[in-house]
């Protein structure tokens, strides 16, 4: 867990480079005047780590569309294959930032790579963002309840597993009759689940859609209720620390929002790029609906004080964690 000094020197350090500057200046060096002395900061290029998914489709809306020059940033965008790749490239400094989750960035922060949560990328309501508990066709389950001890597959220790806990919980079904087992790739679950190899499975978009296209039955979403997922924006405090991360970080979300509001006006101008970035699977290239997308603001408390008692219940934090530890207010 990080120090309480490394967070004071990067909020400090924020506001010696960002004194004075506003949304809409021009976009170049800042100067920070300390005392007598002028410091002029550029923005630190940033090299931003994705999985091939739609969260991440304003990033792709701004590289395409040239707001990152725009706003005097360097941005270089890798899409990685795996969680797990991402997150290694992350803890060796590989990579500033990602797009991940919640219980992500604590199992990073907790294990020596301290990160900042600068934003939900999408989640900022239950609607967006689906995942959900699907039956295999054919099955006459139709609740939560009817899959009390009934083996349902997952990842373990991941936002999967996170969300087939609560939508279980909610179906009032009790922790001692939620069954799991343990499939960790996604396409092979599905595969499985296809060919009624497996009972039920926890999925996220758009394998939720691909499987009730092919007759898969809903058992529950997280789209009502409560909202039980945010993918976010992490970034590395040893990036914020440097003389222009902060400042990068403060245009990247002005991007972003810049981004979604284009994306928001008319999301299926770009199912093109989506289908291109998110490889969508082939019957859905057509028909998939695209995520409206948040304005940048970090999760709530509620949000994360919910993963990480998940988390510390399941053995998965060895160090205790707050909401400060993980969500750093950036200047306005």
Same mark, same amino acid.
């Given at each position: 867990?990080?120090?309480?000094?490394?967070?004071?020197?990067?909020?400090?350090?924020?506001?010696?480079?960002?004194?004075?500057?506003?949304?809409?200046?021009?976009?170049?060096?800042?100067?920070?005047?300390?005392?007598?002395?002028?410091?002029?900061?550029?923005?630190?290029?940033?090299?931003?780590?994705?999985?091939?998914?739609?969260?991440?489709?304003?990033?792709?809306?701004?590289?395409?569309?040239?707001?990152?020059?725009?706003?005097? &940033?360097?941005?270089?965008?890798?899409?990685?294959?795996?969680?797990?790749?991402? %997150?290694?490239?992350?803890?060796?400094?590989?990579?500033?930032?990602?797009?991940?989750? &919640?219980?992500?960035?604590?199992?990073?922060?907790?294990?020596?790579?301290?990160?900042?949560?600068?934003?939900?990328?999408?989640?900022?309501?239950?609607?967006?963002?689906?995942?959900?508990?699907?039956?295999?066709?054919?099955?006459?389950?139709?609740?939560?309840?009817?899959?009390?001890?009934?083996?349902?597959?997952?990842?373990?220790?991941?936002?999967?597993?996170?969300?087939?806990?609560?939508?279980?919980?909610?179906?009032?079904?009790?922790?001692?009759?939620?069954?799991?087992?343990?499939?960790?790739?996604?396409?092979?679950?599905?595969?499985?689940?296809?060919?009624?190899?497996?009972?039920?499975?926890?999925?996220?978009?758009?394998?939720?859609?691909?499987?009730?296209?092919?007759?898969?039955?809903?058992?529950? %979403?997280?789209?009502?209720?409560?909202?039980?997922?945010?993918?976010?924006?992490?970034?590395? %405090?040893?990036?914020?620390?440097?003389?222009?991360?902060?400042?990068?970080?403060?245009?990247?979300?002005?991007?972003?929002?810049?981004?979604?509001?284009?994306?928001?006006?008319?999301?299926?101008?770009?199912?093109?790029?989506?289908?291109?970035?998110?490889?969508?699977?082939?019957?859905?290239?057509?028909?998939?609906?695209?995520?409206?997308?948040?304005?940048?603001?970090?999760?709530?408390?509620?949000?994360? %004080?919910?993963?990480?008692?998940?988390?510390?219940?399941?053995?998965?934090?060895?160090?205790?964690?707050?909401?400060?530890?993980?969500?750093?207010?950036?200047?306005?």
């Amino acid at each position: 867990m990080r120090t309480t000094r490394t967070r004071l020197f990067a909020l400090t350090l924020a506001m010696l480079l960002l004194v004075g500057s506003v949304a809409g200046c021009a976009k170049k060096a800042e100067p920070a005047k300390t005392g007598e002395t002028t410091i002029t900061t550029a923005p630190e290029p940033i090299r931003i780590g994705t999985l091939p998914t739609e969260d991440a489709l304003p990033l792709w809306v701004a590289e395409n569309k040239g707001l990152f020059e725009k706003a005097g &940033i360097a941005v270089e965008i890798t899409t990685f294959q795996a969680a797990q790749e991402r %997150d290694a490239a992350f803890a060796s400094g590989a990579i500033d930032a990602y797009m991940g989750d &919640i219980i992500a960035s604590a199992a990073l922060e907790a294990g020596g790579a301290p990160v900042s949560i600068a934003t939900v990328m999408l989640g900022a309501t239950a609607k967006e963002g689906r995942f959900a508990i699907v039956a295999k066709p054919g099955s006459t389950a139709k609740t939560a309840a009817d899959l009390a001890g009934v083996p349902v597959a997952t990842s373990s220790a991941t936002i999967q597993e996170y969300v087939l806990d609560g939508l279980m919980k909610a179906g009032g079904v009790a922790d001692a009759k939620v069954k799991k087992e343990i499939v960790a790739k996604v396409p092979v679950r599905f595969e499985l689940l296809m060919n009624g190899k497996l009972q039920a499975a926890a999925l996220p978009e758009p394998f939720v859609s691909l499987a009730l296209m092919q007759g898969g039955v809903l058992i529950a %979403d997280d789209t009502k209720g409560e909202n039980l997922t945010q993918t976010v924006l992490g970034v590395s %405090d040893k990036y914020l620390a440097t003389p222009g991360g902060m400042l990068t970080i403060k245009r990247l979300l002005e991007t972003w929002d810049a981004a979604a509001v284009i994306i928001n006006a008319d999301p299926n101008s770009f199912r093109t790029l989506l289908v291109d970035k998110a490889r969508l699977p082939e019957p859905l290239k057509t028909t998939y609906a695209v995520n409206s997308y948040p304005m940048a603001a970090p999760p709530t408390k509620a949000e994360v %004080d919910a993963v990480l008692v998940w988390m510390k219940a399941k053995g998965l934090l060895k160090t205790e964690l707050t909401y400060a530890d993980l969500v750093q207010a950036l200047p306005e």
